[in-house]
């Protein structure tokens, strides 16, 4: 035969977990907390590093909560944003890319002396020549902690691994605003994804960041009972005062409707690139949501509350949950 069918993969929405005994007396007992190099943060979950969910103000907001973060990397002044941070006493945490102008940017920090705690190399999918090159050249001039991503497979881990990468981040085509797989074909589903991409990272003793897919809070869950040590997600950040972009009024017929809005859209989007070439992503709009304290704080109870029910007292405990496909 000349190739075989893998007969069913999973995203979050087509599983759940089983309850397991209770241990701790209250869920405010359960520990959130995740470390990541040599840094301790009070969430294992972070917003997306596109343009339409973070700025510079998005960052400082969450840095100085405690919480995880990393700025994206399109028209933004490197050492400036790493100066800035690092003043604050808060963590830098920057991405690139890999082409030039990521040389560029890189050499301008060195010129200055400055290096970010927290480097992302972003693309599309980190398997690749370019991503090595430049994993190499990053390890070679900064002492950053490297997380490296997309990627899809426990193959794709081990490779990247072997070139430099501290951490992974896997999920390709995942996202709300993503069309790669419309556009090219490509996909996996996010729990299968990091399912296979696990059995390589446990075993290394890396951590892996699951990005995209979350749709709910419990996905979250579900990412950490596949393996995950972190999790991303874009739409669940954006709207908010503190997510990146301004509040939309739309209107009909000359009168405003009685929502509010802001733009969300891919980093492959022709709004993120600014012309339509090699577009894999679109622009929706997000409701209004007001202040993202409110968010930090239900997430972080819904973990806790996540952890009780697998009965366990921290984040870690959540993979011994047994998963239960639905469909």
Same mark, same amino acid.
């Given at each position: 035969?000349?190739?075989?069918?893998? $007969?069913? $993969?999973?995203?979050?929405?087509?599983?759940?977990?089983?309850?397991?005994?209770?241990?701790?007396?209250?869920?405010?007992?359960?520990? %959130?907390?995740?470390? *990541?190099?040599? &840094?301790?943060?009070?969430?294992?979950?972070?917003?997306?590093?596109?343009?339409?969910?973070?700025?510079?103000?998005?960052?400082?907001?969450?840095?100085?909560?405690?919480?995880?973060?990393?700025?994206?990397?399109?028209? =933004?002044?490197?050492?400036?944003?790493?100066?800035?941070?690092?003043?604050?006493?808060?963590?830098?945490?920057?991405?690139?890319?890999?082409?030039?102008?990521?040389?560029?940017?890189?050499?301008?920090?060195? =010129? %200055? #002396?400055?290096?970010?705690?927290?480097?992302?190399?972003?693309?599309?999918?980190?398997?690749?020549?370019?991503?090595? !090159?430049?994993?190499?050249?990053?390890?070679?001039?900064?002492?950053?902690?490297?997380?490296?991503?997309?990627?899809?497979?426990?193959?794709?881990?081990?490779?990247?691994?072997?070139?430099?990468?501290?951490?992974?981040?896997?999920?390709? +085509?995942?996202?709300?605003?993503?069309?790669?797989?419309?556009?090219?074909?490509? &996909?996996?589903?996010?729990?299968?994804?990091? *399912?296979?991409?696990?059995?390589? @990272?446990?075993?290394?003793?890396?951590?892996?960041? +699951?990005?995209?897919? =979350? =749709? $709910? &809070?419990?996905?979250?869950?579900?990412?950490?009972?596949?393996?995950?040590? *972190?999790?991303?997600?874009?739409?669940?950040?954006? #709207?908010?005062?503190?997510?990146?972009?301004?509040?939309?009024?739309? %209107?009909?017929?000359?009168?405003?409707?009685?929502? +509010?809005?802001?733009?969300?859209?891919?980093?492959?989007?022709?709004?993120? !690139?600014?012309?339509?070439?090699?577009?894999?992503? !679109?622009?929706?709009?997000?409701?209004?949501? #007001?202040?993202?304290?409110?968010?930090?704080?239900?997430? !972080?109870?819904?973990?806790?509350?996540?952890?009780?029910?697998?009965?366990? %007292?921290?984040?870690?405990?959540?993979?011994?949950?047994?998963?239960? @496909?639905? +469909?």
């Amino acid at each position: 035969m000349f190739k075989t069918i893998v $007969e069913r $993969e999973y995203n979050y929405q087509d599983v759940y977990l089983r309850p397991g005994r209770t241990i701790v007396n209250s869920r405010k007992e359960c520990d %959130t907390s995740v470390q *990541l190099g040599k &840094h301790k943060f009070v969430m294992p979950v972070y917003p997306s590093n596109m343009k339409s969910v973070v700025n510079a103000d998005t960052c400082e907001y969450l840095a100085s909560r405690g919480w995880f973060y990393t700025m994206h990397r399109f028209n =933004v002044d490197q050492v400036e944003f790493v100066r800035h941070m690092q003043e604050q006493g808060l963590v830098a945490s920057i991405s690139i890319g890999v082409n030039e102008d990521t040389i560029a940017q890189l050499k301008q920090l060195q =010129v %200055t #002396g400055l290096t970010p705690e927290f480097m992302t190399l972003d693309i599309a999918n980190a398997w690749c020549p370019k991503a090595e !090159k430049m994993i190499k050249y990053v390890k070679d001039h900064f002492d950053s902690f490297l997380i490296v991503g997309n990627i899809a497979s426990q193959e794709a881990a081990e490779e990247i691994h072997g070139w430099g990468a501290d951490a992974l981040k896997a999920g390709i +085509a995942g996202g709300r605003v993503c069309i790669t797989k419309n556009k090219t074909g490509f &996909h996996r589903p996010m729990v299968s994804t990091v *399912l296979d991409c696990a059995t390589y @990272t446990r075993k290394a003793g890396i951590p892996l960041i +699951a990005d995209g897919g =979350v =749709v $709910e &809070h419990g996905d979250i869950a579900k990412a950490f009972a596949c393996g995950a040590d *972190l999790v991303m997600a874009g739409s669940l950040f954006a #709207g908010y005062d503190q997510s990146a972009g301004n509040i939309i009024e739309v %209107t009909l017929d000359g009168k405003s409707l009685p929502r +509010a809005y802001k733009e969300y859209y891919g980093s492959a989007s022709q709004y993120n !690139k600014g012309e339509y070439k090699n577009v894999e992503g !679109k622009k929706i709009l997000i409701d209004y949501r #007001g202040n993202m304290e409110r968010l930090l704080v239900e997430l !972080k109870e819904d973990l806790q509350s996540s952890i009780s029910y697998v009965g366990g %007292t921290k984040v870690a405990d959540l993979i011994n949950a047994e998963i239960i @496909t639905i +469909a």
